[in-house]
């Protein structure tokens, strides 16, 4: 395995990532606004007793999502190559197909990663210096969701050359992946809805936003098989990914 | 006016093109009143806010609908159809009438099995009311669609568009009476909250089918909703109409 070539391909997505420079911007305000208007108008009407300050509860979870709405959005990228027949080219490049395979989740989740780097500079401006063990354990999981949603990204887009099929289960993943999680309420809150629980328990997006409020001293450590969880659905995810992925370029 | 029922018919005709987007919109609405609206509604200290809530996310999906379906005119345009409708022999002003009016029934429609489930869930299904929301809501579906086709009209830029669209439904369904109520927001937000079309529509829809939730907004009378939302729709309009011929005669879209 040459790591030269996955790191190539890995770059040559990151330089991609400007040419959708408008959907990102569409994505920044809709970050921005839950941040800035959303979670600031709710800090005045939820329970204090449940949540003491709404801000600082959002802002890890909205981090959490920004990364991976980010790093899913290789998917739409490798929906439009496939649909023009550009993989052909990309077989035709003197690689491997696995290298190929790595460097594209790898690109997705660089992408993920920049996009989230000021959403946690952000993060520290609210929130204060936080725990760096936790923060750090924190960085990883980051890392983990990234490259297990740019896979699911990219899996979701082999599934079907039908741009409607494709848009509407990324569409339907994403709203499971968002509301069904910790991002807006509390664990204790979703305690009495035990289907919302249990998906929630074990979603990744859920982890790492425990993960990173627990590491400014909010709310508590996720479990130990919420944090087990989290390497085994990555793995599980990128594999399917690239199964996925390397079928639809065979066809 | 016959081009502008011709392309009311065309535009109804296209109901079907969509039924993966609808669905995926239908799955959103479900998921945020089941989901979303069930917990916020253990979580904060607004009372009745599940039902303040059924309103507001109907409100929001609505616009969401029209900006999506007016937003079709660029890719129309991007695709040359553009050049054949102004070639058909109809005044401009029918134009921006039967793609207003048109987009507007279309989301209107879409639109419809969401808000009977609204009604159903807050026990107000009655002739009045469905008649009631049913006009509001085709008022401000056609002020936004009328919005839509002036700006794409003006800019004639998918990449401009796109952005502005993105950025505009974030932060006017956030900055709108859709999720909490105007008292619940700090003083900076609540005058643009007030100008905003979701509010003005979100508010009368509770005034409607559930005036008790409408009387804790402490929200201007209903009468000026429906003022604000005629208003809307006319101006939107006869904006759309002026900028429209400026902006496409003798040029076509490029």
Excluded at chain 2, 7 to 29: D, H, N, P, Q, V
Aim: aromatic share 14%; hydrophobic share 55%; net charge positive.
């Amino acid at each position: 395995m040459e790591v030269s070539q996955i790191i190539k391909v890995a770059v040559r997505d990151l330089n991609r990532m400007w040419k959708y420079r408008w959907w990102l911007a569409g994505l920044v305000a809709m970050n921005l606004s839950d941040l800035f208007i959303m979670a600031t108008i709710f800090n005045g009407v939820v329970n204090r007793a449940l949540i003491p300050d709404y801000i600082k509860f959002v802002a890890p979870g909205i981090t959490a999502i920004a990364i991976f709405a980010s790093s899913f959005s290789i998917g739409r990228e490798v929906m439009v190559e496939i649909r023009r027949d550009v993989h052909h080219y990309l077989l035709s490049l003197p690689m491997r197909r696995y290298e190929l395979l790595l460097g594209r989740a790898l690109g997705g989740t660089i992408r993920g990663l920049v996009y989230a780097i000021p959403f946690l500079i952000l993060l520290i401006a609210i929130e204060g210096l936080p725990n760096v063990e936790i923060f750090s354990v924190a960085l990883i999981s980051l890392i983990l969701l990234a490259f297990s949603m740019s896979s699911l990204g990219i899996a979701l887009s082999s599934i079907s050359r039908q741009m409607d099929v494709q848009a509407t289960v990324r569409s339907l993943l994403y709203f499971v992946l968002f509301f069904f999680s910790t991002v807006f309420y509390p664990s204790r809150a979703i305690s009495q809805f035990s289907s919302i629980r249990l998906i929630s328990h074990y979603n990744p997006v859920s982890v790492v936003a425990d993960l990173l409020r627990a590491s400014f001293g909010e709310g508590v450590m996720p479990a130990t098989d919420q944090l087990i969880s989290l390497p085994i659905l990555s793995f599980l995810m990128s594999v399917a990914g690239m199964l996925l992925y390397m079928k639809a370029m065979a066809k | 006016m016959r081009g502008a029922l011709f392309l009311i018919g065309r535009e109804l005709s296209k109901t079907r093109r969509y039924k993966f987007f609808i669905a995926m919109r239908f799955t959103w609405f479900a998921i945020q009143v089941a989901v979303f609206g069930a917990v916020m509604s253990r979580i904060v200290t607004i009372p009745k806010f599940y039902e303040f809530y059924l309103v507001g996310v109907y409100s929001s999906i609505l616009f969401t609908l029209s900006v999506f379906i007016s937003y079709e005119i660029l890719e129309e345009a991007e695709d040359g159809l553009f050049e054949y409708f102004l070639s058909l022999p109809m005044g401009r002003w029918e134009f921006v009438l039967g793609r207003s009016v048109g987009c507007a029934i279309s989301s209107l429609a879409y639109t419809i099995p969401m808000l009977l489930l609204v009604l159903l869930l807050l026990g107000n299904i009655t002739p009045f009311s469905i008649a009631l929301s049913l006009f509001s809501s085709l008022l401000f579906a056609i002020g936004i669609s009328g919005i839509v086709i002036t700006f794409v009209s003006l800019v004639k830029s998918s990449d401009v568009s796109d952005i502005v669209f993105g950025a505009v439904d974030a932060i006017l369904v956030r900055l709108s009476t859709a999720m909490y109520p105007l008292s619940a927001m700090p003083s900076y937000y609540r005058i643009p909250s007030v100008a905003n079309p979701i509010t003005q529509l979100a508010e009368f829809l509770r005034y409607v089918l559930s005036p008790d939730v409408f009387s804790y907004t402490y929200f201007e009378p209903p009468g000026s909703a429906v003022a604000f939302l005629i208003g809307f729709s006319i101006s939107a309009f006869m904006i759309g109409m002026l900028v429209f011929e400026r902006k496409v005669e003798g040029g076509g879209w490029r």
